[in-house]
C-alpha cells in the first residue's frame, strides 16, 4: 500500500533521513520507533506532502506522492494526526472534527461520519458544543484522531498519540487504535512509548539520526536485546 525506498530529506546542511526504505501493506500496523530527532516525524510529514523530498520515491497504492500536492494526498486516503495534536482551539468539537471532512467531494455523508468519530470516542459527543481549546490534552488527542477520520481514510499516520498523556489516556488511545485496525484501517504509528507502539503493531522500523537500523517482527523487536536497553528501559 505504502512504500519508501532510499528516501532523503534534507534541512539546509543538516540530513534529517539518509536514505531510507520501508513498507505498509494493507491492513498493517507499522510501528516506527526512536530517539527525539532520530527523523520519524520528518518522514510522516514527507509522505504527507508537508517536507520536500531531496530524493529517493514514496507511492501509495501506485501514485507517486512526491509529485501529488499536500492538499491531494487526503483525498487518496490517506490522514495524518500531527504530533502536537493542533486542533483549532476557537472552534467547537464538532466544528473541529467537520474540517476534517473538508476534501469529501460528497458532504452528504459527513453526519454519518461525525456519528462514527463519537462511536469511538463517546467523551466527544458529550462535549461537541465545547471550545477545542478548553478541552484537557487526552481529549485534544481525540479530537485529532476524529478529525482525521472524518475523510474516510484507509491509511491514518499517528505522530506521537500519546505524547503528554496519563497512563490511563494512553491505554485508551492504544485501545482505540487496535479497533480501527481491526476495523480496515493501515496504521503507519510512530511512538516514542516503543513498549505500547510494540505490543499493538505487526512490523516496526528502528530510526537512529535519520537511519533505519533494525526491522522485522514487533513481538521479536520487543524482546530484542538492544531495543530493550535502548527504548524500553531495561
Given amino acids: 500500500m505504502l512504500t519508501i525506498e532510499n ?30 530527532g532520530a527523523g520519524k ?7 504527507s506532502g508537508l517536507t520536500a523530498a531531496r530524493s529517493g520515491s514514496i507511492t501509495f497504492n501506485g ?19 500531527p504530533e502536537g495534536r493542533h486542533v483549532f482551539t476557537r472552534m467547537t468539537v464538532q466544528e473541529n472534527l467537520e474540517m476534517g471532512a473538508f476534501s469529501l467531494g460528497d458532504q452528504s455523508g459527513v ?10 470516542f463517546p467523551r466527544l459527543r458529550e462535549r461537541r458544543r465545547q471550545l477545542a481549546g478548553t478541552l484537557s490534552g487526552g481529549e485534544q488527542q481525540m479530537v485529532a484522531m476524529g478529525r482525521a477520520l472524518m475523510s474516510r481514510p484507509t491509511t491514518v499516520l499517528m505522530d506521537e498519540p500519546s505524547m503528554g498523556l496519563s ?27 516503543a513498549k505500547m507502539a510494540l505490543s499493538i503493531a505487526s512490523r516496526a522500523y528502528v530510526l537512529e539520526t535519520g537511519r533505519i537500523t533494525m526491522q522485522g517482527a514487533a513481538r521479536d523487536l520487543l524482546h530484542d536485546e538492544k531495543v530493550r536497553k535502548a527504548y524500553l528501559g531495561a
Avoid: W
Avoid at 69 to 78: A, E, F, H, K, N
Avoid at 111 to 120: A, I, N, Q
Fill in 41 to 47: 516525524t520528518t518522514t510522516l510529514h514527507t509522505i
Fill in 63 to 81: 501514485r507517486d506522492l512526491l509529485a501529488t500536492p499536500s492538499d491531494r494526498i487526503v483525498t487518496l486516503g490517506m490522514a495524518h494526526v
Fill in 111 to 120: 453526519g454519518k461520519s461525525l456519528d462514527t468519530v463519537f462511536r469511538y
Fill in 167 to 193: 497512563p490511563l489516556l494512553v491505554k485508551d488511545i492504544f485501545r482505540i487504535i487496535s479497533v480501527l485496525h481491526r476495523e480496515g484501517i493501515t496504521i503507519l504509528l510512530v511512538e516514542q512509548n
Fill in 7 to 36: 528516501l532523503c530529506v534534507s534541512y539546509g546542511a543538516i540530513d534529517a533521513l539518509k536514505g531510507i526504505s520501508l513498507h505498509v501493506d494493507d491492513g498493517e500496523i507499522v510501528s516506527l520507533i526512536g530517539a527525539n
